[in-house]
């Protein structure tokens, strides 16, 4: 039997529970007006795709020290190694946002369709299908609310 045709291990509530969380958010990111909300919904979607392959693919430890995310992601799935780094990048910039910063509807609108593509990514190499789709178009950004739009 090949690699490719050896069952996958079952996913766990957990995993599937991050799963959703994201799909979820990201879903409330597509329908907000705000920015800096979309930008916001976008980074955490991908936060919890990212946080269904680490808890899929390990077993907690409770001597573990935290870190985050986006430092473990390319231990445990190479392949997502970029995507780590794009997400980390985007931390910085979120953190901005948190404390009162603004940010442009172009830049929320590209980080909600790398976390949307990140989450299909991310569903594929679980094998677990998308069952409810996201919206196919987003809630356009309100003008008084945009900087820079």
């Not at 392949?79 to 997400?87: K, P, R, Y």
């Not at 929320?108 to 593509?117: K, V």
């Amino acid at each position: 039997m090949t690699a490719a045709h050896l069952p996958r291990p079952p996913i766990s509530v957990a995993v599937l529970d991050l799963l959703e969380r994201a799909r979820a958010t990201l879903e409330s990111a597509c329908r907000t007006s705000d920015a800096s909300e979309r930008y916001r919904d976008a980074h955490l979607g991908a936060l919890r795709a990212a946080a269904a392959i680490v808890a899929a693919r390990t077993v907690p430890t409770p001597r573990a020290r935290p870190r985050s995310v986006w430092q473990v992601l390319p231990g445990i799935a190479p392949e997502l190694g970029e995507w780590a780094a794009f997400f980390a990048a985007c931390s910085a910039h979120r953190s901005v946002i948190d404390r009162g910063g603004h940010i442009r509807a172009r830049e929320s609108d590209d980080l909600l369709r790398q976390a949307e593509m990140f989450l299909e990514i991310v569903l594929d190499l679980l094998g677990v299908p998308l069952t409810v789709p996201l919206p196919q178009s987003i809630t356009p950004v309100s003008r008084s609310r945009a900087s820079g739009a």
